[in-house]
């Protein structure tokens, strides 16, 4: 049973670049797979900001595209996703996944416990 | 994007009872491709229905999806206490994948 978990800082502030890391046990990264990242705000709710499949395609969310990347190390069996630029509105709880299939028309069938991120002054 | 608004915003039902979610499509969602998903506080969201109507593994057939187009339902048969939780439609047949903002179906 996949089991994914995510880690990082709590607490930022404006303007710093926010780096998250899931790592993931019980399935290899490198299976034809999605894996990717959502965000829930109290505001906002679910938001997805973007998949990656294994040596082939990323992509993100329109409106967090010019500040996003996503990233995989297969030696280590984890993926990471870099925000730059956080403002307040970047406060949520972060979520890695797994999606359901290879397509990138997918939803997530597994989940991480989640992550707080507070960006404050 | 594709907005997806979900009714009623909060439900109050007692155990036993049937609860009846509704999912609403800005546009057409392209073969079905609609999910739902449970979250209980404190918890990630988990995966009940996809494909509209599928359900995922070990998820008990109480809980049932239907709907086509722009329209969406979930339906849990019968409530059991654990049910009681958030529930969200998220479409992603369309980039970006974009989510509703949920129903609370709470203790009556």
């Known amino acids: 049973q996949v089991q994914l978990q995510e880690s990082g800082p709590g607490l930022m502030k404006p303007s710093e670049t926010l780096s998250l890391t899931c790592t993931v046990s019980g399935s290899s990264i490198r299976i034809p797979y999605y894996w990717g990242w959502v965000r829930q705000t109290p505001g906002k709710g679910l938001e997805w900001i973007g998949s990656?499949?294994?040596?082939?395609?990323?992509f993100y969310s329109p409106s967090l595209k010019s500040r996003v990347t996503i990233s995989e190390d297969t030696s280590k069996n984890q993926f990471s996703l870099k925000l730059s630029s956080v403002t307040a509105a970047d406060t949520a709880v972060y979520y890695c996944?797994?999606?359901?299939?290879?397509?990138?028309?997918?939803?997530?069938?597994?989940w991480g416990q989640g992550t707080l991120v507070t960006v404050s002054s | 994007e594709i907005v997806l608004t979900q009714s009623p915003g909060a439900l109050s039902l007692s155990p036993g009872e049937r609860a009846s979610l509704s999912c609403r499509a800005s546009?057409?969602?392209?073969?079905?491709?609609l999910a739902w998903y449970q979250q209980k506080p404190g918890q990630a969201p988990r995966l009940l229905i996809y494909g509209a109507s599928t359900r995922a593994s070990g998820i008990p057939d109480r809980f049932s999806g239907s709907g086509s187009g722009t329209d969406f339902t979930l339906t849990i048969r019968r409530l059991e206490p654990e049910d009681f939780a958030v529930y969200y439609c998220?479409?992603?047949?369309?980039?970006?994948?974009?989510f509703g903002q949920g129903t609370k179906v709470e203790i009556k």
């Open positions: 546009q057409s969602i392209s073969s079905d491709y």
């Open positions: 996944a797994r999606a359901g299939s290879g397509s990138y028309r997918h939803w997530f069938d597994s």
């Open positions: 990656f499949l294994h040596s082939g395609t990323t």
């Open positions: 998220q479409q992603y047949g369309w980039s970006p994948q974009t």
